[in-house]
């Protein structure tokens, strides 16, 4: 996310670090590569205009030249700017007073309507919402299906009445169904085209007069560019939306659409899509974006994920664990779960202040070879899984063939858990020596 469009903000803002003091022409030449910059990440024109003209005019104020660290004033206003040309306030879904709150998706095909209908539901399911989700897409071939399999999986309803009802009436047949049964949320997926025409909007101005929504919410695939801008505009026009849900923002895109729609259309990015699974998924928080963007990190959507995977008496178990070095196999398996309920490791890397995002392109957490530690660990018996010292050849070879895997990938397994227990021993000053944070002063961070 946003990987191209750091590296060539960063490179630029570098330009002012080198200058112990600056000129009013050497801030209008380092923003000629801001505005490059942004240009190549899509981001449209308009915005660009604005986005540079207001961090020239502030730059070259008092407060910058004059200022003994320059530079730093200056990457402070470009993040201040950032955040407010994305929306300064985070917002959030806004929630019917007298339930159900009805939420009507739209956007064009392909665009991941049906899954986000699924991910949003599933987020608020988990905050204590009860959920339904209506199929009113009649015309794309198996879109009912789909929905249907979306819901199953994550185990909320979905009320369908096939394809030959129209898509008004079954809005309406959807929402009355939620009063009777007590949901307090309602999804509607409604149908997309492969380009705007009259016929769909039409079809989407009746079904928002008949269930009146609470939300609107436009679906939009980041990876179009500016098309994304385009449509979030029309769709504005013509259904006065409320809210954007950028989708495909883990895919190769250069991150212009999130700087551009919410300038264009003056509606917030509500949601943004970080990946397939139904759990990738973020509430966008304008000021976390703009702290990505500039590589400065986002250090609390990360603590939000280890909050959200990790257990908390696990986490308290595992720390004394590591304090008494008694931290065995089993324990090693179950973090190793929990840390693949986080998602991909290039996505949590990123959000560490510092990190090398180019280095870190196209990492990703091996879901083979996660699934062959899980394998070789289950083979043991508890005996071994707690004391990986009686673990001899013998032991070896029936592990490996239990588990399917070679004697090698034992071999490596129990080399790697071994390092990594004499690593927590110089850590928490295991072993009655004290470590680098001291005895007993290790606390994991989840």
Known sequence: ??????????????????????????????????????????????????????????????????????????VKIVNEELCRLMGEESPKLELASNPPTVVMMVGL????????????????????????????????????????????????????????????????????????????????????????????????????????????????????????????????????????????????????????????????????????????????????MASRILGMGDVLSLIEKAEEAFDEKQAKELERKMRESTFTLSDYLEQSRQLRKMGNLDQILAMMPGANTSALKGMSIDEKQMARTEAIVLSMTQAERDNPQIINGSRRKRIADGSGCRVEDVNRLLKQFDQMKKLMKQMTGGGGKRGMFGRGKMKIPF
């Open 1 to 74: 996310m946003f990987q191209s469009l750091t590296e060539k903000l960063t490179g630029a803002l570098k330009r002012f670090r080198n200058k112990g003091k600056l000129t009013e022409a050497d801030v209008k030449e380092g923003m000629r590569e801001v505005k490059l910059a942004l240009l190549e990440a899509d981001v449209n024109f308009k915005v660009v205009k604005a986005f540079v003209k207001t961090v020239t005019e502030r730059a070259v104020g008092a407060e910058v030249l004059e200022s003994l660290v320059p530079a730093q004033q200056i």
């Open 109 to 288: 095909q392909g665009a991941g309507k049906t899954t986000h209908c699924g991910k949003i539901a599933a987020m608020y399911k988990k905050k204590g919402k009860n959920p339904l989700l209506v199929a009113c897409d009649v015309y794309r071939p198996a879109a009912i299906d789909q929905l249907h399999v979306v819901g199953d999986s994550l185990n909320i309803p979905v009320f369908s009445m096939g394809n030959k009802i129209s898509p008004v009436e079954i809005a309406k047949a959807g929402v009355e169904h939620a009063i009777r049964q007590g949901n307090d949320l309602v999804f509607i997926d409604t149908a997309g085209r492969l380009h705007i025409d009259e016929e769909l909007m039409e079809e989407l101005r009746r079904i928002k007069a008949a269930v009146n929504p609470t939300e609107i919410l436009l679906t939009v695939d980041a990876m179009t560019g500016q098309d994304a801008v385009n449509v979030a505009q029309t769709f504005n026009e013509l259904l006065d939306i409320t809210g954007v849900v950028l989708t495909k923002m883990d895919g190769d895109t250069r991150g212009g659409a999130a700087l551009s729609v919410r300038y264009i259309t003056g509606k917030p990015i509500k949601f943004v899509g970080t990946g397939e699974k139904s759990d990738q998924i973020e509430l966008f928080h304008p000021n976390r």
